[in-house]
């Protein structure tokens, strides 16, 4: 099963992929991991992805479609992936589908988690207190005026992907604002009945 989750910033993608990974063995394919990770690294993807990351802009198409592809071939990937934060854009999701198509596999189901502007902002002022109290740095881009600008840039750039899913079929639309083990419930539910 391939399943791509997508939602603003915020949304709980990351904690759902993370559940699915425990639970259904699916591995979790987020971007934005893996770009922080080359930051991290010091790469050179790393290096020229940061500045763009910190202002809560999208990191290009080629080069995310790139890290996907790569990630992609490894074999854990062989019975199906859960896709965190991509595609992010039309280009992208065009180009996941193709590159799922050469290798005999597509998307079997897009889940939308919808989740209200004003939670977002909430919930990124806890996770930056709640990263302070843990001793640890908060994300570079959860200050208030770079959410406000990923939020822009969802509606704008990926929002369209609800579209482009519900034209294919494929596209589910969970209430994010649930407690996290609901919002799980609803997802596993949706994988039941599409498999
Ligand atoms: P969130 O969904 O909370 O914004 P992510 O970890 O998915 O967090 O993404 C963090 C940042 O990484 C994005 O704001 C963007 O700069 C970059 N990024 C992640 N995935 C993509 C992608 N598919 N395309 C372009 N940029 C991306």
Do not use: W
Request: with cysteine.
């Amino acid at each position: 099963m391939n399943l791509v989750l997508f939602g603003p910033p915020g949304a709980g993608k990351g904690t759902q992929a993370k559940l699915l990974m425990e639970h259904r063995s699916l591995p979790q394919l987020s971007t934005g991991d893996m770009l922080r990770r080359a930051i991290t690294e010091g790469t050179e993807l790393g290096r020229n992805a940061k500045a763009i990351m910190d202002r809560g802009d999208l990191v290009s198409d080629d080069i995310v479609i790139g890290i996907v592809a790569e990630r992609l071939n490894q074999p854990d990937c062989a019975s199906g992936a859960v896709f965190d934060g991509f595609p992010r854009t039309i280009a992208q999701a065009e180009a996941l589908d193709r590159l799922l198509q050469s290798l005999g596999k597509k998307i079997d189901l897009a889940i939308e988690l919808k989740v209200n502007d004003e939670v977002l902002i909430e919930r990124s002022a806890n996770r930056v207190k709640e990263m302070i109290a843990a001793g640890q740095n908060p994300r570079a881009d959860d200050t208030p005026e770079t959410l406000r600008n990923r939020l822009d840039v969802y509606y704008r750039n990926t929002a369209p992907l609800i579209a482009y899913y519900r034209n294919q079929g494929k596209l589910k639309t969970v209430h994010g604002m649930a407690p996290i083990p609901e919002v799980t419930k609803s997802i596993a539910a949706l994988l039941d009945g599409a498999s």
